[in-house]
């Protein structure tokens, strides 16, 4: 079904199930890596059926963020994603997991950050007025990145970012933590290492 949407993101809990999310409210599940898939996009509180950017696992909580501030969290006992209170009616484009805390972002620069499982959320500061990219944990901190190539890094669990000086910044679409204080950085001009330092 729907094959011409893209997807958009892929988490899994282990070797055999995981979900992948895309545009117009796709959801799916597989329990058998993936050979074969169930549709899940009725299972989801989304109406409206919002392109959903990121899906990611926080502590025991799961989460999907998309377009105009839709944040969903999986019902694991009714198998279901349920529509979260979000601040915030801009589109979503990532989550990133501290030790103790959930943080979501997305255009504008905008992130908000949960310690509580999602229950409330807090706007954090970013000093950006460009959109947020993309967002790992690297060496016990942070980082989020942007669509004008910033590089943000938290060193308190995400409730606050400093930026951290980029050498001709190019613009970012991912970031995954590497090996010692360093992110790699990947974006529509190839992928570069960067020290969080």
């Keep these: 079904q729907n094959a011409e949407n893209p997807f958009l993101d892929v988490w899994f809990e282990d070797e055999r199930t995981g979900f992948v ?15 074969s898939w169930e549709a899940w996009s009725d299972r989801s509180e989304n109406p409206k059926k919002l ?15 998309g377009e105009q501030g839709l944040l969903l969290k999986l019902d694991g006992a009714a198998g279901r ?7 915030y009616e801009g589109t979503l484009f990532g989550i990133v997991c501290g030790t103790r805390s959930t943080v979501v972002f997305g255009l504008r620069g905008n992130a908000f950050r949960s310690i509580d499982g999602g229950a409330s959320w807090q706007k954090t500061e970013t000093g950006l ?18 669509q004008a190539g910033h590089l943000l890094v938290s060193a308190d669990d995400g409730a606050c970012f400093q ?14 933590g590497a090996s010692g204080s ?3 950085v990947a974006g529509v001009r190839g992928v570069r290492a960067l020290p969080i330092n």
Aim: glycine share 10%; with cysteine.
């Design 21 to 35: 999310v895309g545009a117009f409210n796709q959801v799916l599940r597989t329990t058998d890596a993936g050979k």
């Design 51 to 65: 392109h959903l950017y990121a899906i990611r696992r926080c502590g025991a909580e799961l989460f999907v963020a």
């Design 81 to 87: 994603f349920r529509a979260l209170e979000l601040p």
């Design 129 to 146: 007025q460009v959109g947020v990219t993309g967002g790992a944990s690297a060496a016990g901190r942070l980082v989020l990145v942007s």
């Design 163 to 176: 930026p951290r000086k980029v050498e001709k910044p190019v613009p970012a679409t991912a970031v995954v």
């Design 182 to 184: 360093s992110v790699v």
